[in-house]
C-alpha cells in the first residue's frame, strides 16, 4: 500500500467513525443540545441549570446562547427569565444582555431591545421574537417554548 493510498483509507475511516460517533451508535454527541420536543413544529425544550453549558443562569443578571437554537435566555436582576431570538434583526450579529439596562445589545450597530423584544434603539426596525419560559425550582430546570 503507498503512503497516499493509507491516508486516503484512514480520512474515509475517520469518517465513517465520526458518523458512527454522532449518530448515536457512540455515545458523545448524544443529548449536547436540547431538540424541541413538540411535533406541531413549535419550539418546547428544557435546560438544565445544573449543566455546564446553563448554569449561568443560576445567577440574576447573566445570559446564554441556547446550543443549537436561535435563542439568548437572560435571567434578569429580579430573577425572572427572560427568551428571545438570539441574532439582531437588522445584520444577525449575536446580541448580549445587559442586566444593568435590562436589555439586549447588539455589539455591530448599537440596536437595543427590550426583554420582550422590541426595539428600543436603531438601526434594527423589526422586533426580536420572544419564547414563554417557566422555571422548575425542583428540578432547576427552564422550559422554553412557543404556544
Not at 503507498?2 to 469518517?15: D, P, Q, V, Y
Not at 443562569?57 to 427569565?81: M, S, Y
Amino acid at each position: 500500500m503507498t503512503r497516499s493510498e493509507f491516508i486516503r483509507n484512514l480520512g474515509m475511516s475517520s469518517g465513517a467513525l465520526m458518523a458512527l460517533y454522532c449518530m448515536g451508535g457512540l455515545t458523545a454527541c448524544a443529548n449536547e443540545e436540547p431538540k424541541p420536543a413538540d411535533r406541531s413544529g413549535k419550539l418546547d425544550l428544557s435546560l438544565d441549570l445544573n449543566s455546564t453549558d446553563y448554569s449561568k443562569l443560576q445567577n440574576n443578571g447573566e445570559f446564554v446562547i441556547v446550543k443549537g437554537q436561535p435563542i439568548i435566555v437572560a435571567r434578569k436582576t429580579d430573577g425572572n427569565f427572560v427568551a428571545v431570538s438570539k441574532d439582531c434583526t437588522h445584520r444577525g450579529q449575536e446580541l448580549t444582555y445587559q442586566a444593568s439596562t435590562d436589555h439586549f445589545n447588539c455589539p455591530l450597530h448599537g440596536a437595543h431591545f427590550s426583554t420582550t423584544g422590541s426595539v428600543l434603539k436603531g438601526p434594527a426596525t423589526t422586533p426580536l421574537k420572544q419564547y414563554k419560559t417557566a422555571f422548575n425550582g425542583k428540578t432547576n430546570t427552564l422550559r422554553l417554548y412557543e404556544e
